[in-house]
């Protein structure tokens, strides 16, 4: 199990309490430190079940502004940024074995257990 983390965001870390609550101790990622990859990321995609890479991306961040995202509908080029710019990566994010849920709200991080 493991949990892509900012420790700077509070959504993160009431996601994090929540399954630490509920008796989960997953392996944490700080994902601004250690970067996933493009395969990573792609994948986690996919076990999330998104339709476009686009809804793991923070839409709202305005470096996803300036680099003119918006009108960017390749997807393995959107995956390429979210790696290049991890900041862009929506999160919490928990993977655990072959599902994953994003916190958004915090409660859905329960989904992937």
């Known amino acids: 199990m493991e949990y892509w983390h900012n420790p700077r965001c509070s959504k993160s870390r009431e ?23 493009a395969d990573e990321i792609r994948s986690v995609v996919a076990k999330l079940r998104l339709s476009s890479a686009r809804d793991l991306m923070r839409v709202k961040d305005a470096l996803y502004k300036e680099l003119g995202l918006k009108e960017v ?27 994953a849920a994003l916190g958004r709200p915090v409660e859905q991080i329960l989904d992937a257990v």
């Open 15 to 37: 996601a994090l309490a929540l399954l630490e609550q509920h008796g989960y101790r997953p392996t944490i990622r700080e994902y601004l430190k250690d970067t996933p990859s």
């Open 73 to 99: 509908s390749d997807e393995d080029q959107l995956i390429k940024v979210m790696a290049d710019n991890p900041k862009l990566i929506e999160r919490p994010v928990l993977i655990h074995e072959s599902r």
